[in-house]
């Protein structure tokens, strides 16, 4: 009787009131499971015993949690209470980085630059010729087909001896290629693989560029790696070809050479631009010839004031200015030489 | 720093050619030791032969400019020259142009040079030769283009341009950040 009686005191004594007082509220959110406590620490106790005094904080905030939870609305399933939690409020950072969107497609990065949007099609459609319903692919078409294609017409200009199916095949399945190359180089985009060059593939669809690299090519593949092929007046090395073109690194560098023989070798640069024989220079001609003729006209008007005739013969003795103008060739000395 | 593969040279030389005339020569062959033309990120620098080799010592990526920076290759690989090739072009200049003072300022805010701003020419310029701009009192302030031959200028309008800027020493200012 004794100990039914001391039994809730010694209970009570064991574990602490559910009852506890903050200055502040907690904040709460329930659907994380989550209590915040803002209170400030009571410096004093902490100092004194640190161990303790987080214990009874935690034992406080976590009872305060509880007691929340039991304001839920709760539920019995087969022996045990079960709380209802509301929608969590915190947002927890993702542990991932958000997946990349899948790079587009050539033909997607195209069609949406030019606003190309697809059509749906609808999956079966009347065939007026066979009287029935065909379905956009699959072997119910291909039957379709065949049983349309029974007999072909042979183009105006194209050679009756050819075989019209075997061409369709073959159409087809270059098609079918095609698209499993452009497929794979998509891939190989995404990626971010390096597809090895083809060189230059066909010369029907080849752009000028193609056509460029075909030739520097072509030009540095002779036994001597194009050492002594002519150059093409204008003509440019393509770029970008150097891992196909025998005997070319990605970096050419110019060997270092004594500054004796450099400056040598720009001197000869040098001549060569000097010496260029002047092609006819037509507005340096007009010009000169403009000029004369303004020396003229004004030493036709000078007479008059001037009458000394002695003058006059002197200027028309001097007026061919031969080798006193401007060269751009090197030489001294009249004319080229004549042999 | 690298150097000018044979074909940049001759770009080079051609464009130097159009000012200096055989006087390239002269930059090449010159008394006071080896000078010569580095390439670095397209850039051309004159520098003679001592500075270089202490240049050599730093990475080619740390260095900024050795030497006179002459001009720069375009992406289509012509060459184009900076004011800082002044000090080089104007003692060797085959042909010239002074322009009266109130033009000068106009020049220097990168302006092509009419022919009211004309103070003199040099003889038998060509047109389409490079010409170095001086003032009055004999300063170079840039250089461009002839616009016109020294004929023509007679009879051109007033207003008509004489010589078109291709630089001039007001980028020191304008232009900073682009000369090295």
């Known amino acids: 009787m004794d100990m039914i009686l001391t039994k809730p005191v010694v209970d009570g004594q064991k574990y602490k009131s559910i009852e506890v007082h903050k200055l502040i509220e907690l904040n709460y959110d329930l659907g994380t499971l989550l209590a915040e406590d803002t209170n400030e620490f009571d410096v004093h106790h902490l100092r004194k015993d640190k161990n303790d005094y987080l214990l009874q904080l935690s034992r406080d905030n976590t009872q305060l949690l509880i007691n929340q939870i039991w304001c839920l609305p709760t539920e019995r399933i087969e022996d045990a209470i079960v709380a209802?939690?509301?929608?969590?409020?915190?947002?927890?950072?993702?542990?991932?980085?958000?997946?990349?969107?899948?790079?587009?497609?050539?033909?997607?990065?195209?069609?949406k630059a030019k606003g190309i949007v697809k059509k749906k099609k609808a999956k079966l459609s009347w065939d007026e010729q066979l009287k029935k319903w065909v379905p956009l692919f699959g072997y119910k078409k291909t039957q379709a087909e065949r049983e349309k294609d029974w007999v072909l017409e042979v183009p105006a200009n194209a050679n009756p001896m050819e075989d019209q199916f075997e061409k369709n095949i073959q159409a087809k399945s270059e098609r079918v290629a095609k698209n499993e190359l452009q497929r794979l180089r998509n891939i190989a985009k995404s990626k971010n693989i390096k597809v090895p060059k083809v060189g230059v593939s066909n010369s029907e669809v080849s752009s000028a560029k193609d056509l460029q690299a075909a030739v520097t090519v072509a030009k540095a593949s002779t036994a001597s790696l194009g050492k002594f092929q002519k150059e093409l007046p204008k003509e440019k090395e393509a770029k970008g070809v150097s891992d196909i073109t025998p005997g070319a690194s990605r970096k050419r560098k110019m060997p270092p050479v004594l500054g004796d023989v450099e400056k040598r070798e720009n001197l000869a640069i040098v001549d060569t631009i000097l010496n260029k024989r002047p092609k006819l220079n037509i507005e340096k001609a007009v010009a000169r010839h403009i000029n004369n003729e303004q020396v003229e006209s004004s030493s036709m008007d000078r007479p008059k004031s001037v009458k000394k005739s002695g003058r006059k013969s002197k200027d028309n003795f001097k007026r061919p200015k031969g080798n006193s103008g401007q060269r751009t060739g090197g030489k001294s000395g009249g004319g080229r030489k004549r042999r | 720093m690298k150097r000018l593969s044979e074909e940049r040279t001759k770009i080079l030389f051609e464009k130097l050619a159009k000012f200096i005339g055989p006087n390239i020569k002269l930059l090449i062959e010159r008394p006071d030791g080896l000078y010569c033309f580095r390439e670095q990120k397209?850039?051309?620098?004159?520098?003679?032969?001592?500075?270089?080799?202490?240049?050599?010592?730093?990475?080619?990526?740390?260095?900024?400019?050795?030497?006179?920076?002459?001009?720069?290759?375009?992406?289509?690989?012509?060459?184009?020259?900076?004011?800082?090739?002044?000090?080089?072009?104007?003692?060797?200049?085959?042909?010239?142009?002074?322009?009266?003072?109130?033009?000068?300022?106009?020049?220097?805010?990168?302006?092509?040079?009419?022919?009211?701003?004309?103070?003199?020419?040099?003889?038998?310029?060509?047109?389409?030769?490079?010409?170095?701009?001086?003032?009055?009192?004999?300063?170079?302030?840039?250089?461009?283009?002839?616009?016109?031959?020294?004929?023509?200028?007679?009879?051109?309008?007033?207003?008509?341009?004489?010589?078109?800027?291709?630089?001039?020493?007001?980028?020191?200012?304008?232009?900073?950040?682009?000369?090295?």
């Not at chain 2, 001009?71 to 060797?92: D, E, I, Q, W």
């Open chain 2, 42 to 180: 397209d850039r051309v620098y004159y520098v003679s032969e001592k500075i270089l080799k202490w240049a050599n010592n730093i990475p080619s990526d740390h260095l900024i400019s050795v030497g006179t920076c002459f001009g720069k290759f375009t992406k289509s690989n012509k060459f184009r020259l900076h004011v800082t090739a002044l000090n080089y072009l104007a003692p060797y200049a085959q042909s010239k142009i002074w322009l009266k003072p109130p033009a000068e300022q106009q020049f220097l805010y990168g302006n092509h040079v009419s022919k009211t701003g004309l103070g003199r020419i040099s003889e038998n310029t060509e047109k389409y030769q490079g010409v170095v701009v001086y003032s009055m009192s004999d300063l170079p302030l840039g250089f461009g283009a002839a616009a016109r031959s020294t004929a023509e200028c007679k009879h051109a309008e007033p207003l008509s341009t004489v010589c078109f800027h291709q630089a001039d020493i007001g980028e020191y200012i304008r232009s900073e950040e682009d000369l090295l």
């Open chain 1, 84 to 111: 209802k939690l509301p929608i969590q409020k915190t947002r927890l950072p993702r542990m991932k980085h958000i997946p990349k969107p899948r790079p587009l497609t050539k033909w997607e990065q195209f069609s």
